[in-house]
């Protein structure tokens, strides 16, 4: 009987032992190690340097069907496409008459509000107007905003705010140069500034992305 019992309990001791050694493998041939050269890096860190994602997509609301456009249609994986995107909205600016009231109310988005709105890549204006209204960069990104910011005061005032219409115009200056202002808003967020498209187009916060050196720099879509 004793000698029944002290087999059994050998047997134990030998399945036991042969399972933690079983176990301690496994452990040791799962642990991951950095390749040579390689530090590891907090992944709160590794997105940050990434950026966040705010490149606009879809069909723009109220003009969007009206016009043939979406803000798909500008990717640098199509250039051909975004220009000819660009050339449609920068024809509104050329072919729509403002009045009076609304002149003023465009002037007050694209120069007043958050000290207006500039191309800002492609050349230094201080806005993609004067103070009077007039043009103040001819390059097609400009004529593009003006054009948005005109239509959409013209055929749909009631239905957008002057902060909505800015918003408008900076969501396209966003993927008209998508490298850049993906930059900038990776630089905003670490400083704890709210992300919108106000923030990161407008020239409220102009040139925050100076002297960064992460992000994909001056990518441009469409020609100036």
Same mark, same amino acid.
């Given at each position: 009987?004793?000698?029944?019992?002290? !087999? !059994?309990?050998?047997?134990?001791?030998?399945?036991?032992?042969?399972?933690?050694?079983?176990? +301690?493998?496994?452990?040791?041939?799962?642990?991951?190690?950095?390749?040579?050269?390689?530090?590891? @890096?907090?992944?709160? &860190?590794?997105?940050?340097? @990434?950026?966040?994602? =705010?490149?606009?997509?879809?069909?723009?609301?109220?003009?969007?069907?009206?016009?043939?456009?979406?803000?798909?249609? $500008?990717?640098?994986?199509?250039?051909?496409?975004?220009?000819? !995107?660009?050339? %449609?909205?920068?024809?509104?600016? /050329?072919?729509?008459?403002?009045?009076?009231?609304? %002149?003023?109310?465009?002037?007050?988005?694209?120069?007043?509000? #958050?000290?207006? =709105?500039?191309? #800002?890549?492609?050349?230094?204006?201080?806005?993609?107007?004067? #103070?009077?209204?007039?043009?103040?960069?001819?390059?097609?990104?400009?004529?593009?905003?003006?054009?948005?910011?005109?239509?959409?005061?013209? &055929?749909?005032?009631?239905?957008?705010?002057?902060? &909505? =219409?800015?918003? #408008?115009?900076? %969501?396209?200056? $966003?993927?008209?140069?998508?490298?850049?202002? !993906?930059?900038?808003?990776? /630089?905003?967020?670490?400083?704890? /500034?709210?992300?919108?498209?106000? +923030? =990161?187009?407008?020239?409220?916060?102009?040139?925050?992305? %100076?002297?960064?050196? @992460?992000?994909?720099?001056? &990518?441009?879509?469409?020609?100036?």
């Amino acid at each position: 009987m004793k000698k029944d019992t002290a !087999t !059994t309990l050998m047997i134990g001791l030998l399945i036991a032992v042969a399972f933690i050694g079983a176990y +301690n493998s496994y452990a040791i041939n799962t642990i991951s190690v950095p390749a040579a050269g390689s530090a590891a @890096q907090p992944v709160a &860190q590794q997105t940050a340097l @990434q950026g966040p994602d =705010i490149i606009p997509r879809g069909v723009p609301a109220a003009y969007g069907v009206e016009l043939g456009v979406s803000y798909d249609d $500008v990717s640098a994986d199509d250039q051909q496409r975004a220009d000819a !995107t660009i050339r %449609k909205l920068g024809q509104l600016d /050329v072919s729509i008459t403002l009045d009076a009231a609304q %002149k003023e109310r465009f002037i007050n988005i694209a120069y007043r509000m #958050e000290n207006g =709105i500039s191309c #800002e890549y492609c050349c230094g204006a201080r806005s993609v107007i004067f #103070e009077n209204g007039d043009p103040a960069c001819g390059c097609a990104h400009s004529y593009a905003m003006r054009g948005v910011a005109k239509y959409i005061i013209t &055929q749909h005032g009631d239905e957008f705010t002057d902060a &909505q =219409i800015l918003e #408008e115009m900076g %969501k396209w200056k $966003v993927l008209f140069f998508p490298g850049i202002m !993906t930059q900038k808003a990776a /630089v905003l967020q670490a400083n704890g /500034v709210e992300l919108n498209y106000i +923030n =990161i187009a407008s020239n409220k916060y102009r040139g925050a992305e %100076k002297g960064a050196t @992460q992000g994909s720099g001056g &990518q441009m879509v469409g020609g100036c």
